[in-house]
C-alpha cells in the first residue's frame, strides 16, 4: 500500500483520512480516474464508467465535511462486475446476446455497498455470463494481467481482478460459482473472498444461482472484510438469504491462528493438479500458521469425485442458459460455452437430480471433516495466470484441469474460502493460497488470511506493461 498515493491507500486508509480531513473523496477519485485513464487502455477492465462519479465523490465530501458520513464506505471507490445490476446501467455480462437496457434497480450487494456510502466507479468486464476462467469475452474482448500484459486475469470476474491490481480503487465486487472471485483474486495478486451461500443476497439469481455467491476482492484482507460487512445485509428478494447478523466482520479478524487446526488438503474426491510453485507457495503458508501457533496436519476429507457433481452442475446451467436463446442469438455466443451446453444439454433429470444428491453428500463430508479441523488450507489454482491471448481448447477438461480444480469443491459445499496473495514467483507473478472454513465460518477464513498477510509483504503491481508491448495501446 502506498502512504501518498490515494489510488494505492486501502479503504481503510482512504476513511481514516476523509475523517481527518487530509484527503477528499474527490482528490482520491481523481487520482483513481488518472490512472484509469492511464492503464485501462491496454488492462480493458471495464465494461462502463459511471459519467456521475465525480458528482457523487463531492456529495460525499460535503457530508464528510458536515461530519455526517452516510456509512463505513463514504466516499470510497467500487467497481462492480457486469454480471450484477447497478440501476441506470444495462447488465451485459460480457455477451453481444443481451440488451443494453438499464437496470432498473441495484443488486441487493450494490444496495448494500451504495448504502454504506460507497461511489460506484464502474462496471467490470466478465466472461461470457461467467462461464470461464480465461478472462475475455465476446462483447469486451481480452482483459490483461496489471502484472504482465501478456498474462490472464483469470475469470470470471476478469475486470475486477484486472481494475484491483491496476490499483483502480480499493474495492471490487466479484461473483464466484466456481472459483470466479478466487481465481482472478490469486492470479492478479488480491484478496478475494467466496463467503457462506446466502450470506450476500443474490437478485435476480443468475443461471448458476445454486452454487454463485457475489463477494469481495481487495488489496488487503481487513478491506475484503470491511465491503463484505457492506454487501452482506439481508435482503427481501433472495429468499435464500440468511439473516442479518449485523456484525463488522473486521472484529477479531486479527485474533491469529493459535491453537485453530488445519488441514493441508490435497484431494478433493480427486486429485487436483498443483505445479511445483504451488506446492512451494502451501508449504510456505503452513509453516507459518505452525510459527503463529496453528496445529497443521496433511489429511483428506472423504468426498465423492467433485469433478463428476460440478461438470454436471456447470453443465446444465449453461445447457439451460442457452436453450432459452433464439438461434440467431446462439450464434453470437462464446464457442466454448455452446459447446459445453451442447455436451451437458443431453442429460436427463435423473443424472442431474443424482449429481444435486452427491453435492449434498460432498457439504455433508465437509462439515464432519469441520468438526475435527477449523481450516482447510489447499492451492487456489494449480499454476500462475496463463496467456492472456491462450484459445478455449476443450473447456471441459480445462475446468478441471487448468482452470478451477481446487476451487469448485467449495461452491459445491457451501462453505466460505478465500484465496489470499503469498508472494511472487520466479517470473513475477502473483502466487494465493486458500482457506476454506465449515459453512458460516466466514470469521474464520477471514482470520487465517489475515495471518497471512501479516507474516508476507506484498508488492504492488507496477502496471508499466504496456511500454513492454506497444501493439496495446
Known amino acids: 500500500m502506498s502512504d501518498t498515493d490515494p489510488a494505492q491507500m486501502s479503504a481503510e486508509q482512504l476513511i481514516a483520512l476523509y475523517a481527518t480531513r487530509r484527503l477528499s473523496p474527490v482528490e482520491a477519485l481523481q487520482t483513481v480516474l488518472e490512472r ?54 444495462p447488465t451485459r455480462r460480457g455477451s453481444k446476446t443481451t440488451d443494453a437496457t438499464p437496470a432498473t434497480e441495484d443488486a441487493p450487494a450494490v444496495l448494500g455497498l451504495k448504502a454504506a456510502g460507497a461511489v460506484i466507479l464502474g462496471k467490470t468486464h466478465t466472461t461470457e455470463f461467467g462461464w470461464k476462467t480465461p478472462g475475455d469475452c465476446p462483447l469486451g474482448g481480452i482483459t ?8 490472464t486475469v483469470g475469470g470470471s470476474s476478469s475486470g475486477a481482478g484486472a481494475a484491483g491490481a491496476a490499483n483502480f480503487g480499493p474495492l471490487h465486487v466479484g461473483t464466484d460459482a466456481g472459483g ?84 493441508v488438503v490435497r484431494h478433493l474426491g480427486y486429485a487436483p493438479p498443483i505445479d511445483a510453485e504451488g506446492e512451494a507457495a502451501v508449504e510456505l503458508a503452513a509453516r507459518l500458521l505452525t510459527e503463529q501457533g496453528a496445529i497443521v496436519e496433511y489429511v483428506n476429507p472423504a468426498l465423492p469425485d467433485t469433478r463428476e457433481i460440478f461438470g454436471r452442475v456447470w453443465g446444465v446451467a449453461l445447457a439451460r442458459l442457452v436453450n432459452t436463446m433464439a438461434p440467431e442469438k446462439r450464434a453470437l455466443l462464446d464457442k466454448g460455452l455452446e459447446e459445453v451446453a451442447e455436451r451437458e444439454g443431453k442429460m436427463s433429470a435423473t443424472d442431474y437430480l443424482a449429481a444435486e444428491a452427491l453435492r449434498t453428500e460432498a457439504a455433508h463430508a465437509m462439515a464432519r471433516f469441520h468438526l475435527k479441523y477449523d481450516l482447510v488450507l489447499c492451492p487456489t489454482t494449480p499454476t500462475a495466470a496463463f496467456a492472456a491471448d491462450a484459445p478455449t481448447i476443450r473447456p471441459t477438461e480445462a475446468l478441471w484441469r487448468d482452470w478451477a480444480p481446487w476451487t469448485f469443491a467449495f461452491n459445491l459445499t457451501r462453505q466460505p474460502a478465500i484465496s489470499v496473495p503469498i508472494g511472487l514467483d520466479e517470473h513475477g507473478m502473483p502466487r ?37 508491448c506497444g501493439h496495446h495501446h
Open 36 to 89: 484509469v485513464a492511464r492503464y485501462n487502455p491496454w488492462v480493458n477492465a471495464f465494461a462502463v464508467l459511471n459519467p456521475r462519479a465525480l458528482a457523487q465523490a463531492g456529495e460525499s465530501e460535503a457530508r464528510w465535511a458536515a461530519g455526517r458520513p452516510m456509512g463505513p464506505l463514504d466516499g470510497v471507490p467500487v467497481t462492480v462486475k457486469d454480471l450484477l445490476n447497478v440501476q441506470g446501467f
Open 432 to 468: 494465493g493460497v486458500q482457506f476454506a472454513a465449515a459453512q458460516l465460518r466466514d470469521d474464520l477464513v477471514l482470520r487465517a488470511a489475515r495471518a497471512i498477510e501479516r507474516a508476507v509483504a506484498m508488492p504492488v503491481a507496477k502496471a508499466e506493461g504496456a511500454h513492454a
Open 180 to 263: 470466479s472471485i478466487r481465481i482472478p483474486a490469486a492470479y492478479c495478486g488480491l484478496v478475494g473472498l467466496k463467503p457462506s451461500y446466502g450470506r450476500i443476497p443474490q437478485w435476480p439469481h443468475s443461471a448458476f444461482g445454486q452454487v454463485s455467491c457475489a463477494g469481495p476482492m481487495a488489496r488487503t484482507v481487513r478491506d475484503a472484510a470491511l465491503m463484505f460487512s457492506a454487501m452482506a445485509q439481508a435482503d427481501i428478494r433472495d429468499p435464500y438469504c440468511l439473516p442479518d447478523d449485523m456484525r463488522d466482520w473486521r472484529d477479531g479478524i486479527d485474533d491469529g491462528v493459535a491453537g485453530l487446526r488445519v488441514a
Open 144 to 151: 490483461r494481467n496489471a502484472w504482465n500484459p501478456e498474462r
